[in-house]
Nanobody, 119 residues
Framework: QVQLVESGGGLVQPGGSLRLSCVASGTIFSIYTMGWYRQAPGKQREFVATITSGGSTNYADSKKGRFTISRENAKNTVYLQMNSLKPEDTAVYYC?????????????WGQGTQVTVSS
């Protein structure tokens, strides 16, 4: 019954911006880390950014400066603000959460949201 649901993807022109959201729901004792990964066609899933419940962030080097991860702990929600988007950013973006569920740390993935950067 634990679920991560992403939203906010879509089609955007190069140089544009999008804000992705991910909400964790279900019987969750606490959140250790939430973050974002992406997967382009024919490629492996790659790390984008993570944030702890305390606000510590980690970014892939190539995303630093353009992407910003943030969270609202009271809503069990994490965001990814993406600016100056490039065609190479086109991918399915997945929300990931390491959550304390049933007395253990467990890894969860959302269903993904498509981001397409194109003219």
């Amino acid at each position: 019954q634990v679920q991560l649901v992403e939203s906010g993807g879509g089609l955007v022109q190069p140089g544009g911006s999008l804000r992705l959201s991910c909400v964790a729901s279900g019987t969750i004792f606490s959140i250790y880390t939430m973050g974002w990964y992406r997967q382009a066609p024919g490629k492996q899933r790659e790390f984008v950014a993570t944030i702890t419940s305390g606000g510590s962030t980690n970014y892939a080097d190539s995303k630093k400066g353009r992407f910003t991860i943030s969270r609202e702990n009271a809503k069990n929600t994490v965001y990814l603000q993406m600016n100056s988007l490039k065609p190479e950013d086109t991918a399915v973006y997945y929300c990931n959460g390491v959550l304390v569920v049933g007395g253990a740390y467990r890894d969860y993935w959302g269903q993904g949201t498509q981001v397409t950067v194109s003219s």
